[in-house]
């Protein structure tokens, strides 16, 4: 089997499974809420998970709430902090190639009567400096949200050029990054990298589904999105679970280990396919500059879900557009809004990889391209 659909989601680790395992003995299982001994030990060890994830972001424990996914800490984070800080302004900015998660909060935002005034972006789907400035230059912006690398494209975000001209123009602005598809591919210092929010999810770095992380900076008051108990400081009640953001912290040492050599490999896995790809007549939608671990290419002569039923038959998997409107049947929004012609994005096919994809791998994907362009391309 060959998984380049690491975008979607990723296999889950050795090591994530052992802890897994560990973390359903019933010596840790009692509810970290529980006055008894056994109830102390699960709020030290969540704590102590909380702690180690934090120091591994770069931020302080305070700061960080484990959430079922990034999902849910995008709809925490976008919608409590418009509702807790009416008078902040009544504007929100953004760009049309957000993912879904983002893209709804802001679609329910301004059914609420918010003014939502999204960037124009350039050809690589990174929003241009001069629509920041002028929307920030018209005032009332509360909030703003990008995402570091889109999960279609791998296009990555100025994010240093985004923070500093808010901070500029707009220093009450607040700013919401998604992490998603960065974390573990490229340094995430949240201690630096100037976002006042930002989400994560375990099961793109080889955690189980269902765990995510919402980053708060200490000062950012914002409403919370589940009520309850009052577990996590009252910001995400529900039964804290040890075990959850146990996998979320097993997974994020493995990932922050070897950055820089597994940005290596997977560039090499990049070039190689754009390299062949290219000459045997596909178009590569990624901008060049794009972070190696997504590669979206249009395949000339198939329509996206041809080519993956295709690569299926060979056990080679893929994406067309993210695997949450793929079953809509939609041409991707982020394409149309990068200017790619609808005819060229009908045919795109997403290619995302992880640590542990091969160059033996790769080669085996283009002979099995070349395989598929002969038997089953109607000339
Ligand atoms: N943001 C981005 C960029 C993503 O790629 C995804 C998942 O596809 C999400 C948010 C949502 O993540 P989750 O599945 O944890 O809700």
């Known amino acids: 089997m060959i998984y380049f659909d690491n975008s979607a989601t990723t296999f889950v680790s050795e090591k994530v499974r052992a802890k897994l395992m560990e973390l359903t003995e019933d010596s840790v299982s009692a509810n970290p809420g529980a ?18 994830t934090a120091e591994l972001l770069g931020a302080k424990p305070g700061e960080i709430f484990f959430t079922s996914c990034a999902t849910e800490s ?55 400096m001069e629509s920041l400035e002028e929307e920030l ?14 999960n279609e494209t791998g296009s990555i975000l100025p994010i240093d050029d985004i923070t500093k001209s808010i901070k500029k123009i707009s220093p009450s602005t607040v700013i919401y990054l998604d ?20 989400s994560f999810s375990g ?3 080889h955690s189980v589904k269902g765990n995510g992380v919402l980053f708060i900076k200490n000062g950012v008051k914002i409403d919370p999105f589940i009520l309850g108990g009052g577990q996590q400081e009252g910001m995400r009640s529900g039964t804290q679970s040890p075990l959850l953001a146990g996998a979320f912290l097993e997974a994020l040492k493995e990932v922050s280990a070897g950055i820089p050599e597994a940005y290596d490999k997977t560039t090499e896995i990049n070039s190689y396919l754009r390299k062949e790809l290219v000459a045997r007549g596909a178009q590569i939608l ?36 993210s695997a949450c409107s793929a079953k ?23 290619l995302s990889f992880s640590r542990h994809n091969t160059m033996d791998e790769a080669k085996e994907f283009i002979s099995r391209v070349d395989e598929i362009y002969e038997q089953f391309l109607i000339k």
């Open 35 to 52: 006055l008894h001994k056994l109830g102390n030990k699960a709020i030290d060890l969540y704590e102590g998970i909380r702690k180690e």
């Open 74 to 128: 995008a709809n925490t984070a976008i919608k409590g902090y418009m509702s807790r800080n009416k008078r902040a302004g009544n504007a929100v900015i953004s760009t049309r190639t957000e993912h879904k998660a983002t893209l709804e909060c802001l679609e329910y935002l301004s059914k609420l009567g918010y003014e939502i005034r999204y960037l124009k972006v350039d050809k690589s789907g990174k929003p241009t």
């Open 137 to 150: 230059t018209k005032g009332g912006v509360a909030l703003a949200c990008f995402t570091l690398v889109n």
């Open 179 to 198: 992490c998603v598809q960065a974390l573990g591919k490229m340094p995430v210092n949240l201690s630096t990298i100037g976002a006042d929010m930002a």
């Open 203 to 205: 099961h793109k770095i």
């Open 286 to 321: 990624s901008p060049d500059d794009a972070l190696p671990y997504v590669l979206n290419v249009s395949f000339k002569g198939f329509e996206s879900e041809t080519m993956l039923h295709c690569l299926e038959i060979y056990d080679i998997y893929v994406s067309t557009v």
């Open 328 to 350: 809509a049947k939609k041409v991707s929004y982020v394409l149309l809004e990068m200017g790619i012609d609808r005819k060229t994005a009908a045919n795109a096919v997403r």
